[in-house]
């Protein structure tokens, strides 16, 4: 089962543990994502776990909230026994705009719908927060991504050139309506 929770500062050490594997020369340090944390008012950060305990023993009230529920977020106090940290992903708001800043599945847990699961996360938040479309940037040769956001129904806008540095590789800019 996985679950999410909000992204905490204690959490920090587990996703960079695996940032540098999925983003390369584009990492984040734990001081970026302080930033981001500090700032709840227009942010929204979830991590996920694989937890086989999720609901074992506790009721509805006081367990960890199953992914696919809306809200999708674990009360602090949930029981971390078991589990597997396996993702994470943020979003920005601003007025009517939602921008996903970040999304990961740790490797080994890769294409088992964690990514999705997260994906369905931000974008009810950003539903919640009123926004009226989401956007992102993509580097163009990052396949596994740019087919994920086309099952989501994101378009192309365009590109920008030599985005991503050093590498100086190309970003695809992508919007959903929603
Ligand atoms: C992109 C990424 C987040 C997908 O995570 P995931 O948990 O493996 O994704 P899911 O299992 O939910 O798959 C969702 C869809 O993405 C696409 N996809 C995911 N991995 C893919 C791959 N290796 N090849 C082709 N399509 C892929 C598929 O359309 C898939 O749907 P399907 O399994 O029904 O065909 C993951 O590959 C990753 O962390 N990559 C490195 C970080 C990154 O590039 N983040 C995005 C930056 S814009």
């Known amino acids: 089962m996985i679950v999410l929770e909000r992204m905490r500062p204690a959490h920090i050490p587990l996703v960079l543990e695996h940032e540098h594997a999925l983003f390369g020369t584009e990492s984040w340090s734990a001081g970026m994502y302080r930033d981001e944390l500090a700032d709840p008012w ?21 367990g960890p909230v199953a992914a696919e529920s809306p809200i ?15 993702g994470w992903a943020g979003l920005m708001v601003i007025g009517d ?9 740790v490797p080994l847990a890769q294409r088992r719908g964690i990514a999705t699961v997260l994906m369905d996360a931000l974008l009810v938040e950003a539903r919640r927060r009123r926004a ?12 596994p991504a740019k087919a994920m956001y086309a099952r989501y ?12 540095q050093p590498t100086n590789v190309d970003a695809a800019t992508l919007r959903l309506a929603l």
């Open 42 to 62: 227009n942010r929204h950060y979830v991590v996920a776990f694989d937890d086989p305990d999720a609901f074992a023993g506790a009721s509805a009230d006081e």
């Open 153 to 164: 129904g994101f378009e192309q806008m365009g590109v920008r050139r030599g985005y991503y």
């Open 72 to 86: 999708a977020v674990a009360p602090p106090d949930a029981k971390t026994a078991h589990r597997r940290f396996v």
């Open 97 to 105: 705009t939602a921008e996903i800043l970040t999304i990961g599945t």
């Open 132 to 143: 009226r479309e989401v956007l992102l940037e993509v580097r163009v040769d990052n396949e």
